[in-house]
């Protein structure tokens, strides 16, 4: 019931694309769903987070789309970039300090130029 | 900026040789998290400290132990490093900020690479 689903694991995308990243969660007490990037060699960096009282939340050419019903959410990256070439993580907690997150398992993008 | 600090980036053992990595905030957030990230993985939390109290999750090796002596600083001591332990070592923080109440929102330093060899 802890587990965050995540697909793909690997995407690769054209330049100025869609990339498209697919999150389910089992567990309905899961209220704060953030998604991070990480490129390697350096920590994961908080892109975009949303909560189940909105069903959309779009920061620049990201957004994020919930589904509370489904129990899913999901990553759009509009006009990709090869700068946007990166590790993206889903995860999931409960509101509060010091609840753990629970890391979806990562999804490899490439923008090609 | 208030950031994240891990030291050393690079740090390399050898096996059963102790090592400690270093973790450092200026968010001044009192919960203080330690991952760790093996290749093409996500992060697994090891143990994490709210305020004073330590906070151990249940499938972490004895071999990993934590210190915080006060809210900036944040250590992680490996006694006994063996091979498997190689990985990226995250440190991350949450907590208290000002005009915003308790956030859910987990910061993460660059990491640490740990190579035991």
């Known amino acids: 019931q802890q587990q965050v689903k995540q697909s793909p694991q690997s995407l690769i995308v054209q330049k100025g694309g869609i990339s498209i990243i697919n999150c389910a969660y089992e567990?309905?007490?899961?209220?704060?769903f953030p998604w991070y990037q990480q490129f390697p060699g350096k920590g994961p960096a908080l892109l975009i987070a949303?909560?189940?009282?909105?069903s959309e939340k779009k920061e620049g050419r990201f957004t994020i789309s919930f589904n509370k019903s489904a129990k899913q959410f999901s990553l759009h990256i509009m006009d990709s970039q090869p700068g946007d070439s990166a590790t993206y993580f889903c995860?999931?907690?409960?509101?509060?300090?010091?609840?753990?997150?629970?890391f979806g398992s990562g999804t490899q993008l490439t923008v090609l130029p | 900026d208030a950031m994240v600090i891990q030291n050393p980036r690079y740090q390399v053992t050898q096996f059963g040789k102790p090592v400690t990595l270093s973790c450092s905030q200026t968010?001044?957030?009192?919960?203080m998290y330690w991952y760790q990230q093996k290749s093409s993985q996500a992060p697994k939390l090891l143990f994490h400290?709210?305020?004073?109290?330590?906070?151990n999750e249940a499938d972490t090796p004895d071999n990993f132990q934590s210190r915080r002596p006060n809210t900036s600083f944040c250590f992680l001591d490996i006694r006994s490093p063996g091979l498997g332990d190689a990985a990226m070592y995250l440190c991350?923080?949450?907590?208290?900020?000002?005009?915003?109440?308790?956030?859910?929102?987990?910061?993460f330093g660059p990491g640490t690479r740990l190579t035991v060899l």
């Open positions: 991350a923080t949450s907590g208290y900020s000002p005009g915003q109440g308790n956030t859910d929102t987990q910061y």
């Open positions: 400290y709210y305020d004073k109290d330590f906070n």
């Open positions: 949303i909560r189940p009282d909105v």
């Open positions: 968010l001044n957030h009192n919960v």
């Open positions: 567990n309905t007490a899961f209220d704060y």
């Open positions: 995860a999931a907690k409960r509101s509060g300090s010091a609840r753990q997150l629970t």
